[in-house]
């Protein structure tokens, strides 16, 4: 109901905003006609109508979540008109197509005034709406204090036509009254009398794991009988830790899908492409400096020029990792001498000065040059530009249990670890749990953030990839 909702909502609010863009730029054309080509002004309409929509969507204006003020809204459309000027004076630029700046600056102010005005428009219907009652779902939650108020929290946020919690039953008797204002109607015993004397359109059941034993059948059954619609929210859901569930249906049966990355369906698209447009160039730049990186190494040290190791991808996939070989080719042999020097606690090997680098390799090293032909596995689809470092099987063996999260994406060249300084982070938890932070919280900006930083700390020779 309230996914419908949400979506007949977004979709009117976003057909409205490109309305006002196209109004936007006719009246702003009008006062600079002398400035404006007729075919510059459909191609400026109809690409910042694409390009708007994408703005508005990353900055949390097509949410499904009610804004907490007003000058939050403000903000973000402030945000939003500032990059469609910036989009619009760069293309214009490109373009060499002379636009006056009067009239650029003109079609931001109508922007900025006209967005701000539906958005005060929308949230006075929606309060409107939920005054006058007409259409408002009156709820009645059933569950411990603490579950209430979070559903309640949520519903508080919740964008729809209008809904209205009446009051909230608990499991068993027990001396309470309300919670954060929400009324106490009683306990589970008091359902069907609460039912039928109180004006309830959907109860919400938010039982707690504590509850597991408890049967809602007879409950559910009631609501069936008398024709209240409810919904269950999992017992299993906690409210401590910060999990992703979803309701998806396979074919006709619903499944409650837990997840355990932030990165959904529409994110691994964008992130695929991501990795394959930043892997072609990698892999040009690589066909360019492999026959001088070669005979570098070549003449420096016996060996072959490409290293390959066996690493762990995605929840345990086994693949053949390449880059430039920097060390010399016993170097495996001798690892077992310097285990003692270990300087990282935990389950990676690193020590300063390591004796089996090659000289040309810790120019390669430096430069990050040596990470070049990895980007081959990135096409390949083994790994991803940005991700988590490959461990090695021997590695995944000593795991602890919660260690093994790290590798339920795909390992990638660089990550969060790279670039927050990884010379100076010498316990492997500490690793661990930056991995599980880029995880858990995963945004398509920080992708391009960390690729950005990789280049800056590369480029200023502050570390390697």
Known sequence: MYS???KILL???MLTDAVLVVLAGFFASY????????????????SLLFVNNFIMNQLGLY?????????????????AVILDILFLSSAYYLAKTPVSRTFTILYGILLLVLFTAEKIAVEWFLDSKLRKGFGVRRILLIGPEERVKLVNKALDEQKSWGHKVV????????????????PCLGTLSDFKNI????VIDEVIFCLGPEHSNLSLKPYIDISRKIGVSYRIVPAMYSLKEKEHFEVEKIQEIPTLVFSTHNINAAGMFYKRILDIVVGLIGCMILAIIYPFVALAIKLDSEGPVIFKQKRVGMNGRIFTLYKFRTMYKDAEKRKKELLEKNEMKGFMFK????????RVGRFLRKTSLDEFPQFINVLLGQMSVVGTRPPTPDEVSQYELWHLKRICIKPGITGLWQVSGRNEIKDFDEIVKLDLKYIENWRFRDDLYIILKTILVVLTGKGAM
């Open 4 to 6: 419908q909702q949400v």
């Open 11 to 13: 979709n009117l609010i």
């Open 31 to 46: 006062f600079c006609k002398k400035y404006v080509p007729q075919n510059v002004l459909f191609y400026t309409i109809l």
């Open 63 to 79: 949410s499904n979540k009610r804004a907490k003020s007003f000058w939050e809204v403000f903000g973000k459309i402030l945000i």
């Open 167 to 182: 009051g909230f039953l608990i499991p068993e008797k027990r001396d309470v009254s309300s919670a954060n204002g929400i």
């Open 195 to 198: 039912l039928l004397r109180e």
């Open 351 to 358: 020590i300063k000065d390591d004796p089996r680098i090659t």
